[in-house]
T-cell receptor, first 112, second 111 residues
Framework: DVKVTQSSRYLVKRTGEKVFLECVQD?????MFWYRQDPGLGLRLIYF???????EKGDIPEGYSVSREKKERFSLILESASTNQTSMYLC???????????FGEGSRLTVL | GQNIDQPTEMTATEGAIVQINCTYQ??????LFWYQQHAGEAPTFLSY????GLEEKGRFSSFLSRSKGYSYLLLKELQMKDSASYLC????????????FGTGTRLTVIP
């Protein structure tokens, strides 16, 4: 069974803290993505990666960075968390076929 | 850029048929996807259309008209478990072939 696993389902952090969100996929997919999902705004792409060590900015990269040191792992980093980064973060991967996305369960981050 | 529009909420009765519409504007259309997302869960893939016409998959069907920038998801024989948000997403060649999502339609199925 294909699986995308995110390290934490729920996190509470304070303003200014550094936050790491980890994502691992077991499908040997080349492509990995980080989205955030907010009510009324839908899913918005933060960063994506089409290969190891490669990263590209999505639509809303400000305040975020990513790391892809291994094919199966894609990490999202908030260098200094702010309250407007309170959101649901979804990791996804895609491979062959029509290129549909397989999502992780999501990480709900609250920044106080 | 991309613009995707779908209704915010819909309500339908168990056993009935419901159609969820999605209109889009994009400069480099390269496929349309529908996802289902239950509250508190991850989105799951339902269907994919890249050519005009209807794709049927059990109780769910998806239709695409590229000339009209229009798609719909048709759910037949509605069940209570179909209560969820339905997300329309468009792949755009000019956007590194990434998916761009609409805000989703929250469907409530009532007895």
């Amino acid at each position: 069974d294909v699986k995308v696993t995110q390290s934490s389902r729920y996190l509470v952090k304070r303003t200014g803290e550094k936050v790491f969100l980890e994502c691992v996929q077991d499908m040997d997919h080349e492509n990995m993505f980080w989205y955030r999902q907010d009510p009324g705004l839908g899913l918005r792409l933060i960063y994506f990666s089409y290969d190891v060590k490669m990263k590209e900015k999505g639509d809303i990269p400000e305040g975020y960075s990513v790391s892809r040191e291994k094919k199966e792992r894609f990490s999202l980093i908030l260098e200094s968390a702010s309250t407007n980064q309170t959101s649901m973060y979804l990791c996804a991967s895609s491979g062959g076929g029509p290129g549909e996305l397989f999502f992780g369960e999501g990480s709900r981050l609250t920044v106080l | 850029g991309q613009n995707i529009d779908q209704p915010t909420e819909m309500t339908a009765t168990e056993g009935a048929i419901v159609q969820i519409n999605c209109t889009y504007q994009t400069s480099g259309f390269n496929g349309l996807f529908w996802y289902q997302q239950h509250a508190g869960e991850a989105p799951t893939f339902l269907s994919y259309n890249v050519l005009d016409g209807l794709e049927e998959k059990g109780r769910f069907s998806s239709f695409l008209s590229r000339s009209k920038g229009y798609s719909y998801l048709l759910l037949k024989e509605l069940q209570m478990k179909d209560s969820a948000s339905y997300l329309c997403a468009v792949r755009d060649q000019t956007g590194a072939n990434n998916l761009f999502f609409g805000t989703g339609t929250r469907l409530t199925v009532i007895p």
